[in-house]
Structures are given as structure tokens and as C-alpha cells.
């Protein structure tokens, strides 16, 4: 190859790279205004909301989060946030999350938190797997509702329902909860985007989990293990 035809291909590989190189940083900065954008946003929410990355651990916690537990973005980053946890309420918390970030799956349940000033608050949390780019999973977010004054004098979740409950498998969580919340086996499927059959079969199996024999009595366990309001 003659040097003066090199000469030209090097030259366009390195205006090439150039290109490729300015087109990342413009992604970058797209991403950081982005990011910037979220949390303004975030911290004028008036729900506690955190982030995680792809790691489990947690990344990122809100104004309304980080004054409610009286503690610093530092403190709360990676498995500081679980020092807040009610001891009762740590195992079922974690193990939830877990499985749910393992699976790519939502979940929703109540713990107690300890707040600024050192007492616990019963809070409704929730998290759903978020993905960036071409559906490259990045990790979760959740919220986390005080419901203290709510459930005062009024819910207490039952121990042996919550592990009866949480033996169960995400899905089977999944259509306890909606069935639970009044909706047929029917719209169960079509919400989670399954068969009929299969969401019979999972009414089946949690029945047969829980030792009923009626839909009345998963409602109760449901309650019980504080997966819907009393």
C-alpha cells in the first residue's frame, strides 16, 4: 500500500474516532442533565424515593427520605439505609427486595423505619427494576409512604401470616394481592399478562400453600401480612 493512501486512512480512522468520541460526550452530558433534572424533581416530591444500582446496593436517596430518617446521602448509600429497619422487619424486607431484584420484578410491602428523633414509623414501600439504553437493566426505584397515622390502633401485621405469605413465590404474591383486591382470575391473567389457566393454577397453588379452601381466607391472609389495607 502506498504511504500517501495510508497517510489518508489514518487520517479518516482518526477523525472517525474523533467523531465517536465527541458523540459519547454529548451522551454523557445528556445523561447528567438528565440526572440533574430527576433529582430536582425527586426532591420537591413530597414520597420518600430512593435508587439502586446493579449491584442491589443503594445510590440514591430524596430531600423528603434523607430528612425523614435524619441522616446524611452518605450514611443512608448501600446497605447504610437497612440500619433504620425495625429488627423485626429486616429479614422480611431484605429477603423481598432481593427476590424481587433478582427476578426483575415490582414488590410492595410495610416495614418500619426509624425516623429522625429515633421512633419507628410504619411505612408502605414499594420498588420497580428500571432499565437504560437498549434495555440494559440498571437497577431499581422505589418510594416509601409514612402510613403511621393510618394504620395506628388498626393494623398489626400477624407474623405467621407474613411468613406463610412470603413463602410464596413473586408471582403467587402477585395474584394474592389483586385477587385480594376484588379482581376476578379473569382480569388477574390480563393484568399479568397470563393465561387464564396459568392464573387459575397459581389461585390453585395458593390456596394450597396457605391451607384454605376459599378465596375469603386468602383475602384474610392478604390482611393479615399487610399486603393490602385492612
Known amino acids: 500500500m502506498a504511504p500517501a493512501k495510508q497517510l489518508d486512512e489514518v487520517g479518516a480512522l482518526r477523525e472517525k474516532l474523533a467523531e465517536l468520541e465527541a458523540e459519547l460526550q454529548r451522551h454523557k452530558e445528556r445523561q447528567r442533565a438528565?440526572?440533574?433534572?430527576?433529582?430536582?424533581?425527586?426532591?420537591?416530591?413530597?414520597?420518600?424515593?430512593?435508587?439502586?444500582?446493579?449491584?442491589?446496593?443503594?445510590?440514591?436517596?430524596?430531600?423528603a427520605w434523607l430528612e425523614f430518617r435524619g441522616r446524611t446521602q452518605d450514611e443512608e448509600a448501600g446497605n447504610g439505609w437497612t440500619e433504620g429497619?425495625?429488627?423485626?422487619?429486616?429479614?422480611?424486607?431484605?429477603?423481598?427486595?432481593?427476590?424481587?431484584?433478582?427476578?426483575?420484578q415490582p414488590f410492595r410491602l410495610r416495614y418500619r423505619l426509624r425516623r429522625a428523633g429515633g421512633e419507628y414509623s410504619w411505612v408502605e414501600g414499594a420498588g420497580v427494576p428500571r432499565f437504560e439504553?437498549?434495555?440494559?437493566?440498571?437497577?431499581?426505584?422505589?418510594?416509601?409512604?409514612?402510613?403511621?397515622?393510618?394504620?395506628?390502633?388498626?393494623?398489626?401485621?400477624?407474623q405467621e401470616s407474613v411468613r406463610?405469605?412470603?413463602?410464596?413465590?413473586?408471582?403467587?404474591?402477585?395474584?394474592?394481592?389483586?385477587?385480594?383486591?376484588?379482581?376476578?382470575?379473569?382480569?388477574?391473567a390480563s393484568q399479568l399478562g397470563i393465561s387464564y389457566k396459568t392464573a387459575d393454577?397459581?389461585?390453585?397453588?395458593?390456596?394450597?400453600?396457605?391451607?384454605?379452601?376459599?378465596?375469603?381466607?386468602?383475602?384474610?391472609?392478604?390482611?393479615?401480612?399487610?399486603l393490602i389495607e385492612p
Open 133 to 158: 439504553g437498549e434495555g440494559a437493566f440498571a437497577g431499581f426505584m422505589g418510594s416509601a409512604i409514612d402510613i403511621t397515622d393510618r394504620t395506628r390502633g388498626l393494623f398489626a401485621p400477624d
Open 164 to 188: 406463610l405469605v412470603f413463602s410464596l413465590t413473586e408471582r403467587e404474591r402477585q395474584v394474592l394481592v389483586l385477587i385480594a383486591q376484588g379482581k376476578s382470575t379473569k382480569e388477574t
Open 201 to 226: 393454577s397459581h389461585r390453585s397453588r395458593i390456596l394450597e400453600k396457605l391451607g384454605v379452601h376459599e378465596t375469603a381466607s386468602m383475602v384474610r391472609y392478604a390482611i393479615r401480612a399487610g
Open 34 to 63: 438528565g440526572e440533574v433534572r430527576f433529582r430536582l424533581l425527586a426532591d420537591a416530591a413530597p414520597v420518600m424515593i430512593w435508587m439502586s444500582g446493579p449491584d442491589a446496593l443503594c445510590t440514591y436517596f430524596n430531600r
Open 85 to 104: 429497619l425495625h429488627p423485626d422487619d429486616r429479614d422480611l424486607c431484605l429477603e423481598t427486595y432481593l427476590k424481587a431484584f433478582g427476578a426483575r
